[in-house]
């Protein structure tokens, strides 16, 4: 079945440096995904979408400036925390829409990936 | 934009027992996906279910598209169905998930 990787799964850092997040779509391709954050006890919310060879679309009240998105190919896309803060602790999820497949248009998610500002 | 609720919010059941989750929405969509997340977090893909009606196993859902809203019904649940089962929308193919808030399923032995 499809499935989409995140790395690294986890990743702890010291405030005011930046960490880059990886979300690869593994046996499909994907020329757009989603990236989702998620605070303890409540729902995904949509940070931005990702789209292969153009900039990416953030939603309202998310600073592009600080969460940097590339899409480089149609398996790959990142994203990257820049000047990390106590408060952009959180758990980043990413998803990639296979368009088609067995006459769905079903969404994967990647597993996650954990981050902690000290 | 597109609004979707989720009840029971919360939900604690015996082992054994049956249960029915609701998901409304406000507007006509094009996907709507059943997930359930672990307690690692990872998303699992229970159901893509715009219309009509699925089974899997124990886990069934029924979506009725005219009238705005999903059921997730689990049966003869299970300590391993604990977690929290959410419900999501998307307008057109491709395009980004609206999220419920969730339900909180726990299944005591």
């Known amino acids: 079945g499809a499935v989409v990787s995140q790395h690294p799964s986890r990743v702890i850092c010291k405030s005011g440096t930046s960490v880059k997040i990886e979300c690869r779509s593994l046996?499909?391709?994907?020329?757009?995904m989603f990236w989702y954050r998620q605070f303890p006890k409540q729902s995904l919310m949509l940070m931005a979408t990702s789209n292969e060879g153009s900039k990416a679309t953030y939603e309202q009240g998310v600073e592009k400036d600080k969460f940097l998105i590339n899409h480089a190919s149609l398996t790959l896309s990142t994203l990257t925390v820049t000047s990390a803060h106590p408060e952009d602790s959180s758990f980043y999820i990413c998803s990639a829409p296979r368009l088609g497949f067995l006459w769905t248009d079903t969404q994967y998610f990647g597993p996650g990936t954990r981050l902690t500002v000290l | 934009g597109i609004q979707v609720e989720q009840s029971p919010p919360d939900l604690i059941l015996q082992e054994g027992a049956n249960s029915t989750l609701r998901c409304n929405f406000s507007?006509?969509?094009?996907?709507l996906q059943w997930f359930h997340q672990n307690p690692w977090g990872q998303l699992i893909n229970l159901f893509y279910i715009p219309s009509g009606t699925k089974q899997n196993g124990r886990l069934s859902a029924t979506t009725v598209a005219t009238e705005r809203y999903s059921l997730l019904y689990i049966s003869s649940s299970q300590t391993t169905d604990s977690g929290v089962y959410f419900c999501a929308v998307e307008r057109a193919s491709g395009s980004r998930l609206t999220f419920g808030e969730g339900t909180q399923l726990t299944v005591n032995p």
């Open positions: 507007d006509s969509v094009n996907n």
């Open positions: 046996d499909f391709q994907a020329t757009t």
